[in-house]
């Protein structure tokens, strides 16, 4: 029979022993890298890779353009704290760049537009695409992410990044109806086409960098980052079926959007935009382009203009206004898909429904 003291020293013993292995699993939680990423899809990249083992924090909020964001101090302080940083480059953020340096100096970072395997298109010019339909000949290919990403392409999109870029986040809008190529006045966009994430293949190959780095700085998890990177891969692979059935099914329509971030999501499923009416999320249309636009929807009898959720409707339907055509939402950032481990198949197959739901 157990005496009184046996039982105090075992319920201390036992006590001691439940603050040991809290303050275990506590160390072993505080080993997992704080990790931060810019927008919602390579947010919901990197949770799958971390899926299980943590969680990462995301910059840019939904709903935001990440063009030009006022990060708030919960953000700027992950930022901050941050062991890797995943963004997709400053093509896309040219704000972030510096703030990056400045916050995260001793953060690994990955720009993720500029690692092997990822696939890069151009921008297309003007407000209409007639001639640029497929151009680069990948259109639903599997040698899709392996063209054109020797030594010397990278070379010349780092250059790019410095150097077509550094003034986009000071570019001036305010003369954008005085000329017909408004949309280009103090905000370059030639060169690279920063929306890469929309390219299921780009996808896949990111998951595999994220996995990688992840390893690096955490090798204790480095199998679970890559199991859970495999899987993503099957994931993604599921969505981009179900997306080509959809088409399969639906047919493909002729279709205008509201800006032109779908080259890489029309190259990998075989579409083709008839044009854009808006260069990019941070202009505003001149009176020119949208009449441009407007003709094209007429002429090729356009069954669907895509807008955003966070945009002027009223721009959809004026360049609507005298046709057939529908007005139908879709977009590139997943405003409306819950964020985490799910996020990114989720945002190819919505993507994909919205349009084939055009063609219906």
Known sequence: MSTPLYRSNRCAALLLSSVAGATLASAATAEVPSVATDIAPVHGLVARVMEGVGEPALIVRPGASPHGYAMRPSEARALQDADAVFWVGPELEPWLAETIDTLAQDAAVTELLEVSGTETLEFREGATFAGHDHEDGHGDGDDHAEDNHDEEDHDDHADHAEDDHDDHAEADHDDHAEADHDDHAGHDHSGIDPHAWLDPENGKAWLDVIATELAALD??????????????????DAASDAVRARFAEAGTPEFVVFHDAYHYFENRFGLAAAGAISLSDASDPSPARVEEVRDTVRELGVDCVFSEPQFDQRLVQTV????DGQAAVVDPLGFEIETGPGFYPALIEAIGTEIADCAS
């Open 219 to 236: 090798p204790d998890n480095a199998e679970a980052y890559r199991a859970n990177a495999a899987a993503g891969r099957d994931e993604i």
């Open 320 to 323: 609507l206004d005298g046709t």
